[in-house]
């Protein structure tokens, strides 16, 4: 069978495929400790699943606009100027299904093959996927434990070249937990203000969960605001992974070049969750700021249970719901079996099948000395899966 080049381009999810692994071994009967996936372990809250109930009863079951409803876009500007402080009008804002599909509305509207995509690590794997999918450079910064795991403005500037086309980065930042300031974001955009070619997308996926202080965005400032995509959506903040609704502020060009490309793939995401977005983000925000007291006390836990494991060195994250730590000091060592731990993967599949502990891959997200757990779980799985985590890495010779 013939298929197509384009699948030798990009590589499937490392976050799907050990979850895919993970449900094969659970269906086995093997208890299996899920710390892969970034998927909060909440309901969605109450007030939102009787507004999609609502909407069911008011036949709301019929085709919508591709940008998505009107008045849903009007709430995406009512919360972002409440929560951000940013001005934006309905017809800057297209509505996805999911936040993935945001991203790659993006990157297909402004990249061409050979433009080049500059992309900080650690990143979500998804990013420089859909840029090679469709023919663009990713150009990769190496960032560092020391630094946060955050690019600074002299290794942004020594970056941009005159294929730049977009930098794309996400605060707080899946995997490491990163947050930038204010003033680091004020360093960065100084950057940018010298290359008017470069365009940012602004992953704000996480903006909820952040445990230091207020959400900074990029699109704070007058004098970028049109080059900058803010990308956002309902799943981590409200609890809604399934629901698939994603969003993008960004110029009107950009808005309708998404809506044009979205037009020809999904149209736009389904009537029912678009109306209890509504509700989502102008809704009561308690069941959210909840949901982040009860992230705050399990990283809390987290991080004392990592700290117990030797030669490990991980950050506390200010945001985002995992711990990235860096393992390469049990690269070279052997399991019982004498099989050879040469890098993170081997680390992650020595976990799942010997420790029945499912985590990511740090190569993934480019850190391929790190892997990623998460800890949007019980504190019951927490402390049973780090406790699995200990006991295996111990028994490595």
Same mark, same amino acid.
């Given at each position: 069978?013939?298929?197509?080049?384009?699948? +030798? $381009?990009?590589?499937?999810?490392?976050?799907?495929?050990?979850?895919?692994?993970?449900?094969?071994? $659970?269906?086995?009967?093997?208890?299996?400790?899920?710390?892969?996936?970034?998927?909060?372990?909440?309901?969605?809250?109450?007030?939102?699943?009787?507004?999609?109930?609502? *909407?069911?009863?008011?036949?709301?079951?019929?085709?919508?606009?591709?940008?998505?409803?009107?008045?849903?876009?009007?709430?995406?500007?009512?919360?972002?100027?409440?929560?951000?402080?940013? *001005?934006?009008?309905?017809?800057?804002?297209?509505?996805?299904?999911?936040?993935?599909?945001?991203?790659?509305?993006?990157?297909?509207?402004?990249?061409?093959?050979?433009?080049?995509?500059?992309?900080?690590?650690?990143?979500?794997?998804?990013?420089?996927?859909?840029?090679?999918?469709?023919?663009?450079?990713?150009?990769?910064?190496?960032?560092?434990?020391?630094?946060?795991?955050?690019?600074?403005?002299?290794?942004?500037?020594?970056?941009?070249?005159?294929?730049?086309?977009?930098?794309?980065?996400?605060?707080?930042?899946?995997?490491?937990?990163?947050?930038?300031?204010?003033?680091?974001?004020?360093?960065?955009?100084?950057?940018?203000?010298?290359?008017?070619?470069?365009?940012?997308?602004?992953?704000?996926?996480?903006?909820?969960?952040?445990?230091?202080?207020?959400?900074?965005?990029?699109?704070?400032?007058?004098?970028?605001?049109?080059?900058?995509?803010?990308?956002?959506?309902?799943?981590?903040?409200? +609890?809604?992974?399934?629901? $698939?609704?994603?969003?993008?502020?960004?110029?009107?060009?950009?808005?309708?070049?998404?809506?044009?490309?979205?037009?020809?793939?999904?149209?736009?995401?389904?009537?029912?969750?678009?109306?209890?977005?509504?509700?989502?983000?102008?809704?009561?925000?308690?069941?959210?700021?909840?949901?982040?007291?009860?992230?705050?006390?399990? $990283?809390?836990?987290?991080?004392?249970?990592?700290?117990?494991?030797?030669?490990?060195?991980?950050?506390?994250?200010?945001?985002?719901?995992?711990?990235?730590?860096?393992?390469?000091?049990?690269?070279?060592?052997?399991?019982?079996?004498?099989?050879?731990?040469?890098?993170?993967?081997?680390?992650?599949?020595?976990?799942?099948?010997?420790?029945?502990?499912?985590?990511?891959?740090?190569?993934?997200?480019?850190?391929?000395?790190?892997?990623?757990?998460?800890?949007?779980?019980?504190?019951?799985?927490?402390?049973?899966?780090?406790?699995?985590?200990?006991?295996?890495?111990?028994?490595?010779?």
């Amino acid at each position: 069978m013939q298929l197509s080049s384009l699948l +030798a $381009r990009f590589n499937e999810p490392e976050t799907l495929k050990m979850a895919k692994l993970g449900r094969e071994l $659970r269906a086995k009967g093997i208890d299996i400790t899920d710390m892969s996936l970034g998927e909060p372990d909440f309901d969605t809250p109450d007030h939102i699943k009787e507004a999609a109930k609502k *909407a069911i009863d008011e036949n709301y079951s019929h085709y919508t606009p591709v940008a998505g409803y009107l008045d849903l876009r009007q709430a995406v500007c009512t919360k972002l100027q409440r929560d951000n402080g940013l *001005a934006y009008t309905p017809e800057q804002i297209i509505v996805s299904t999911g936040a993935k599909q945001s991203i790659a509305n993006i990157v297909l509207a402004l990249v061409d093959a050979g433009d080049e995509v500059i992309i900080p690590t650690p990143y979500w794997v998804t990013y420089s996927e859909i840029v090679r999918l469709i023919g663009g450079t990713v150009k990769l910064v190496q960032t560092s434990v020391d630094a946060g795991y955050k690019i600074t403005p002299s290794q942004l500037e020594a970056a941009i070249t005159d294929k730049t086309k977009l930098f794309m980065f996400s605060s707080p930042c899946n995997p490491s937990g990163a947050l930038y300031s204010k003033e680091e974001l004020t360093a960065l955009a100084e950057v940018f203000k010298k290359h008017p070619q470069v365009f940012i997308m602004s992953d704000e996926i996480y903006e909820h969960i952040n445990f230091v202080g207020k959400h900074e965005s990029i699109a704070q400032f007058d004098f970028l605001k049109e080059r900058v995509i803010v990308i956002n959506g309902l799943s981590k903040g409200f +609890a809604m992974t399934g629901w $698939r609704l994603g969003y993008t502020a960004s110029s009107v060009a950009i808005a309708r070049a998404c809506e044009k490309i979205q037009g020809q793939f999904t149209s736009a995401p389904n009537s029912i969750t678009q109306r209890a977005a509504i509700t989502a983000l102008t809704g009561d925000l308690k069941p959210t700021i909840d949901m982040v007291a009860a992230f705050k006390q399990r $990283r809390q836990i987290v991080m004392k249970l990592i700290k117990e494991i030797p030669g490990v060195i991980c950050n506390e994250p200010p945001g985002a719901f995992y711990i990235f730590p860096d393992v390469h000091v049990y690269f070279g060592k052997k399991t019982a079996a004498g099989n050879s731990i040469n890098d993170a993967d081997d680390l992650c599949m020595y976990l799942l099948n010997d420790a029945h502990i499912s985590s990511v891959s740090g190569k993934a997200f480019g850190e391929p000395n790190c892997i990623r757990l998460s800890f949007a779980n019980s504190v019951e799985n927490i402390e049973k899966g780090m406790g699995k985590i200990k006991a295996a890495l111990a028994a490595l010779k």
